[in-house]
T-cell receptor, first 111, second 113 residues
Framework: RKEVEQDPGPFNVPEGATVAFNCTYS??????FFWYRQDCRKEPKLLMS???SGNEDGRFTAQLNRASQYISLLIRDSKLSDSATYLC????????????FGKGTRLSVIA | GAVVSQHPSRVICKSGTSVKIECRSL??????MFWYRQFPKQSLMLMAT?????????EQGVEKDKFLINHASLTLSTLTVTSAHPEDSSFYIC?????????FGPGTRLLVL
């Protein structure tokens, strides 16, 4: 079993749709959680960190459930520019340590 | 904000040659940098941890004699793919941390013919 597992993609949605991504992680000692966005042939870029209390940034809402080791990302009112691969990412410890990446879920927002 | 650069961004080489990739932290010092590799439609996979002034730490299955890492200063780590073969063709990305945030370089796309 992979340490970070995500929904298999791709997700093809119309503009304005709400889309949800799910992710589970297997290492219960994981400390930090993130969603990254990766555009085709580019490096990953931090979208948002994820906290147990849930956090929102504009149209994006992230949730963490430590008990079930589950992370989610909700995108409301999808835009064409949201088309990308969304990576669920976990850090096993705090501080400057390497990240563990999920395989990513491809999102295509269609006009 | 913090920026990490990589050079070159793209390289095409013949099988058997060696390729050096540089990773620089531009406005902060990084005692530790990480090298990842991403094959098409796959996750980024950690290859090694580059430590300034000491030997790199390699992940299981990554050959240290094939992927040479040198972290000679607080702002520069290099990855050399020695005797590259077509199966080494991949997207190589470095990262460096400042506090609890990892910053990624733009990546180097390697194609070995």
């Amino acid at each position: 079993r992979k340490e970070v597992e995500q929904d298999p993609g791709p997700f093809n949605v119309p503009e304005g749709a709400t889309v949800a991504f799910n992710c589970t992680y297997s290492n219960s000692a994981s400390q930090s959680f993130f969603w990254y966005r990766q555009d085709c042939r580019k490096e990953p870029k931090l979208l948002m960190s994820v906290y147990s209390s849930g956090n929102e940034d504009g149209r994006f809402t992230a949730q963490l459930n430590r008990a079930s080791q589950y992370i989610s990302l909700l995108i409301r009112d999808s835009k064409l520019s949201d088309s990308a691969t969304y990576l669920c990412v976990v850090n096993r410890s705090r501080g400057n340590t390497p990240l563990v990446f999920g395989k990513g879920t491809r999102l295509s927002v269609i006009a | 904000g913090a920026v990490v650069s990589q050079h070159p961004s793209r390289v095409i080489c013949k099988s058997g040659t060696s390729v050096k990739i540089e990773c620089r932290s531009l406005d902060f010092q990084a005692t530790t940098m990480f090298w990842y590799r991403q094959f098409p439609k796959q996750s980024l996979m950690l290859m090694a941890t580059s430590n300034e002034g000491s030997k790199a730490t390699y992940e299981q299955g990554v050959e240290k004699d094939k992927f040479l890492i040198n972290h000679a200063s607080l702002t520069l780590s290099t990855l050399t793919v020695t005797s590259a073969h077509p199966e080494d063709s991949s997207f190589y990305i470095c990262s460096a941390g400042a506090l609890e945030t990892q910053y990624f370089g733009p990546g180097t796309r390697l194609l070995v013919l």
